[in-house]
């Protein structure tokens, strides 16, 4: 496992699970300024472009992952009132329905707290150094990054 943690900010790369409950608890441990938190949890799901998928592996390029991710949460400071921020994401080999990715942020209020989180997922999925194989009726094939998270990213640059 590797993390990455100050006051403020926590990114964690690592095989084992995590509780959603504990992440959440520990967002807002001795926090008493920030009003808001959100948080997203990414599962593998049983299915993809219309096939029926068993499970992923996910790989990443230490060292250069957590610095990219260490940006985008600096990125997303910059243009909202954030208080924590917690990025963990899963790699190694993983089933249908385990978690792969908790993004979790809190803020003085509400607006800045949904757009940071949903900021930092848009621009994980497209900027971060991590590789998924997917295992899908049999056959492995490393995925590429979809258009349509490409175009999600894109949206929130000025």
């Known amino acids: 496992m590797v993390k990455h943690e ?8 690592q095989t084992a699970d995590f509780s959603l409950s504990d992440e959440v608890n520990l ?24 096939k029926k998928v068993s499970g992923l592996f996910l790989e990443h390029y230490p060292g250069m992952t957590e610095k ?7 990125q997303a400071q910059k243009k909202w009132q954030l208080g924590r921020v917690t990025v963990i994401h899963r790699i190694g080999q993983l089933t249908v329905g ?11 209020h509400r607006q800045d707290a949904f757009a940071g989180c949903e900021f ?8 971060a150094p991590f590789w998924k194989k997917e295992l899908s009726e049999g056959v492995e094939n490393w995925l590429e990054a979809k258009q349509s998270d490409e175009i999600k990213a894109k949206q929130w640059q000025p």
């Open 120 to 127: 930092i997922m848009d621009y994980l999925k497209v900027s």
């Open 98 to 108: 385990e978690q792969i990715v908790f993004v979790g942020v809190t803020s003085k």
């Open 6 to 13: 100050n006051s403020a900010i926590k990114i964690a790369i």
């Open 27 to 50: 967002l807002e441990a001795q926090n008493e300024e920030d009003g808001a938190v959100v948080t997203f949890s990414g599962r593998v799901r049983n299915n993809n472009l219309g």
């Open 68 to 74: 990219s991710l260490h940006n985008i949460i600096e």
